[in-house]
Structure formats: C-alpha cells, structure tokens
C-alpha cells in the first residue's frame, strides 16, 4: 500500500509518465544485507521517484537468473562477475551494466585453533568450498603464493552447507565464504577464525555481485533510471546507516537479530558510490586471469560482455 | 523383442525432443537439442570416466545394502508378529522425513566419501522392499497355513516354506522399484558433499552455464535406472519362474 502511494506521490511531482515502468530484478540468493541497495531504493521510494515498479524475485538457484534475463523472462539479474564471463562463454546473452558488490567478498577460512595457521599448512589438509564456477584455477592462484597446487589439497564440495564440516572438523578449511557474512557469523558465535583474502593473495580483484541485463536490452531507458535510484539508495545507506537498516528490516523482519546488523554494518564499504561505472581494467584483467587457467578459450573484448550505460536523462 | 521396444521408446523420445527444440526454438541455455548433449557425452570422456564410476558404485552399494536391510526387516516383521506392531510405525516415520533436510547431517556423521551416499540410497530404497516384501509375507493363503499348522509345521518352516516363496514376486516389486530410487538417493548425497560422482558434475557444469553438460550427466543417470532395472528384471525372471507376468 505504502509503495503504491509512494509511487503516486512521485508519478504527481516528479514524472511525466502515466504510471511506473514495471522492472522485474532476479537476486543471486535469499535476502541478506548484500542486497541492501535494492531494498532500501525500494522501501525508500527511490525506484518509485525514478518512476519504477521494481519487483524483486528469489529464483530457484544462483545461476538460474542470467539465463531467465538471457532468455527475456526477467529484466534484471544479479550474478557474480567471474560466473559472467563463462555465461557469456556459453552463448547466454547478458552483459553487466551495474556493480552491486565493487569487491571480492569471497575468502579462505580457517579456525584460528584448527591445523591451519598459515596458507602453507594447506599441504595434504582437506578443503571444502561451495560450487563456484572457478574453484581450482581460485585454489590454484591462493595456493600458488606458497608454491602449492590444488592437487596438494583434498577438495570437497560442501554447497551449501559449508560452515558446520568446519566447525566439525571434518573439512581443515573452507573457501566461498563470504568476508561479510560467514565470517562475522563465526566470530559473533565465539569461533575465532582467520581469513586469506583471494585479492590479497593471487587472485585479481573483481566485483563479487553485478547486474547484468540481456544483451539486446542495454539502451532499454529504465536501466539508467534504475542504477541512478540505486546510487541515492546507496548514499542514503551510507550518510544515515541506522535509519537505512531500519528501512531493509521493516519488510524483512525474519532477519531482524544482531548477526544481520553486524553483517550490514561490515557490508556498507562494499557498495559503490556509482553503480554505473564500469572499472575497465578490473573485467580485463580478471578475463585474463581465467583465459590463462584455461576457463575462457580467448580473451573476450569487453563490450561482449560489460558496458557502462549513459546517465539517466 | 524388449531390447527392440526399449529402443524405439528411445528414439520416441530424442525426436520429440528435436521437435520441440525445432518448433519452440528455446535458447541451447535453457534447452539444449540433443545433438548438443550428445557432443557433451563424446567430447567429455575425462569428465564421465570419473564421474560415473562414482555414482555408479554408489547406487549398486545402496540397492544391495537396502535390499537386504529391507528384506530383512520384512522376514523380522514376519517371524516376529510383535514386532511388526513396533516397528512398522518407525518406518513410516523414517519415510516421512525428506532425504534432502537431512542429507547436510548425514554427510557430517559419514563423512563426504562414498558411506554418505550409500546410506542415503540405502534410506530412499530400504522402505519400498519393506513394505511390498512385508505385504506378501502377510498375504499369503491362511487355508495354506491352517493346513502347515495341521502337519504340525514350525513357525519358522511356515515362513521358509510358505510365506517367503509366496512373497517372492512381491519382493521382486520391492527391488525394481528400489533399482529406480537408488541413483535418486545417491545423488542427492552428492549434492551435499562430495568429491566426484555425476551430481557434482551436474552441480559444477550448471554454475558455469554448461546447459549440455548437465543434461548428458542427467542422461548417464536415467541410462543407469534403466540399466538397472533391466538387470533386476532378467535376474528375478528366473527367481520367480511360477509368478511369471502375463503380457
């Protein structure tokens, strides 16, 4: 109801338009305070203010959603900026125009009481992680700063149940965690832990969440509107973080405990001031990182798979 | 004459398919033509050779732990009538708990080798051998019985003279439908936790959008039912010569 008022007011004041555009976005996974920007441009009014009827969805798995935007079923995807280039590898037609998450989020962790204290005592040790579309050549690049390979490692798929094998002992370590999420969570719960960040270690940085579109939808006009209600959202969460925790609580009040507002509070410094910017040498670089471990066949150029749009008129 | 129907059901099939992929076009991402999935069997041998293997010996520990485990519930349940009373509830109960909620916790207590995944199977297929071997066991002709009792037959020669070849045919269903759920149970256990086997392959080959990959994974573990269930059926042919089925 709020919203459909919201979207009134704006429609009186601010919009020539008739009635909101409609925008169907797909997240990468259940709500969490990763998506941050999306709520509070919704709840805050900002999509309404640029004339958007976003409607946000949770598809079935995390790679479901490029293909849906790629086969025209949704506008909007959230993905991740290493699965892209394999996306686009693979003939779905989606291009990044916008970054949610400008950093890796993604890192190693170990127990700060378990066999692991530093990247070399990996040799022979077992090592869980998530399914990623890039797990050795991510392993290799880590490993290789101590002159190890993945093939020195034992290597489990865990999916998604990845921290309680750690916490077992079942698994010496576990990749895919996220810096902002899994992290904090073991440390609020009395685990003391340490974390080798891959950008620190091997690894060139990438944006761990971006927004793609479909390839023959990049001068669509709400696209611009859309990344420019999520930079205010964006700077709203961080001039007044309190008030903008309280916006992305209301409509999710499942999440509402002090791990979520931990999680929040170490997440805010990952969400670009511009989400429209494209980092040129960031996407070629990290291209380049998967050409050379053999999961891209060439180098792509890079308008086959990110564009930076023009500003919202 | 079966390997014949079997092939023509086959073919049915891939050309329904094409036709589909022909008449309905869909991206090759969200349904790729067969031809696609058939590159994906043939250019991938490194991918199948360590996979399948896996997988398959997953689903033949499970139907054969299951089986036994089953049949042998089902002989307690009929020697002991008491015991059907206690136990049968408890089966029920095991079957009502969805293998996926607590495959992440069977993974933790047996580890992520091949015993989480036999245990699996061995739970997705244990209850049907149970419950049809069961059935027959109970059903079978109390004149027959009434008759034993006359000669003065022991409770146990009442079973392994009269129950159990009785129930034989009813077992046979058991296991057949056992054969089709046991790749069911070990896959969802490599969902979970594993190192190898075809749903890790399906689960890596769908995070990087390799639609042709996942479906020849899907298809090497439907070629694995039916193989399976084409065994079970010659090999209980001759188990139960006198229940042959009427086509």
């Not at chain 2, 049915?12 to 090759?28: I, K, M, N, R």
Request: with cysteine; charged share 15%; aromatic share 8%.
């Amino acid at each position: 109801m709020k919203r459909l008022a919201l979207a009134f007011a704006a429609l009186l004041v601010a919009s020539p338009a008739f009635a909101a555009d409609k925008l169907t976005v797909l997240l990468d996974w259940y709500v969490n305070p990763d998506h941050a920007p999306l709520i509070v441009a919704l709840e805050g009014g900002y999509f309404a203010k640029h004339d958007l009827d976003v409607d946000l969805q949770v598809p079935s798995d995390a790679s479901a959603g490029p293909k849906l935007v790629g086969a025209g079923k949704a506008d909007v995807a959230i993905s991740y900026q290493p699965d892209l280039m394999l996306q686009t590898k693979e003939g779905v037609p989606v291009v990044r125009f916008g970054t949610l998450i400008d950093s890796p989020l993604n890192c190693l962790i170990a127990l700060k009481d378990g066999p692991v204290k530093e990247l070399a005592d990996l040799k022979g040790k077992t090592v869980g992680f998530s399914i990623t579309s890039f797990q050795h050549a991510y392993l290799d690049a880590i490993l290789g700063t101590v002159g190890l390979t993945s093939a020195d490692v034992k290597t489990v798929n865990l999916n998604f149940n990845l921290m309680p094998p750690l916490l077992a002992g079942q698994v010496d370590a576990v990749m895919d965690g996220y810096r902002n999420v899994e992290l904090i969570q073991l440390e609020a719960e009395g685990h003391p832990v340490q974390a080798w960040f891959p950008e620190q270690n091997g690894v060139p940085a990438y944006d761990e969440l971006i927004y793609e579109t479909a390839r023959d939808k990049v001068s669509d006009p709400r696209l611009p509107r859309f990344l420019a209600a999520i930079a205010e959202a964006t700077a709203f969460i961080k001039d007044k973080p309190d008030e903008a925790l309280a916006l992305f609580l209301k409509s999710h009040t499942d999440l509402d405990n002090d791990l979520t507002k931990k999680q929040f509070a170490a997440t805010v410094e990952y969400f670009p001031d511009n989400p429209g910017e494209l980092d040129k040498a960031k996407y070629l670089g990290f291209a380049g990182f998967l050409t050379m471990n053999g999961l891209l066949d060439k180098q792509p150029m890079l308008d086959t798979f990110a564009v930076e749009l023009p500003a919202a008129k | 004459m079966i390997v014949l129907r079997a092939l023509v059901v086959a073919v049915g099939l891939v050309v329904l398919w094409q036709a589909v992929v022909a008449v309905f076009s869909p991206p090759p991402f969200i349904l790729p033509p067969p031809v696609a999935v058939w590159h994906a069997l043939r250019d991938r041998p490194d991918l199948w050779r360590v996979h399948a293997p896996t997988t398959l010996i997953e689903t033949l520990s499970g139907l054969a732990i299951g089986t036994v485990i089953g049949a042998a519930l089902a002989l307690a349940m009929s020697y002991v009538p008491v015991s059907r009373r206690l136990l049968l509830p408890v089966l029920v109960v095991s079957q009502a708990i969805p293998v996926f909620a607590i495959a992440p916790i069977l993974a933790l207590w047996f580890g992520f080798g091949i015993a989480s995944k036999v245990v699996m199977a061995t739970i997705a297929i244990f209850f049907p051998v149970t419950s049809a071997f069961a059935d027959g066991l109970a059903r079978t002709d109390p004149g027959l019985i009434d008759l034993a009792r006359l000669y003065r037959a022991r409770r146990s020669q009442v079973v392994t003279l009269l129950r159990v070849p009785n129930a034989l045919p009813n077992l046979v269903t058991g296991v057949r439908l056992a054969a089709v759920y046991a790749p069911v149970g070990a896959l969802i256990g490599e969902w979970v936790g594993s190192t190898s086997g075809l749903g890790y392959a399906m689960l890596f080959a769908n995070a990087r959008s390799e639609t042709a990959v996942v479906f020849a994974a899907l298809f090497l573990v439907v070629a694995m039912s039916v193989a399976l269930r084409a065994v079970v059926d010659l090999a209980t042919a001759r188990l139960t010569p006198w229940a042959a089925e009427i086509q």
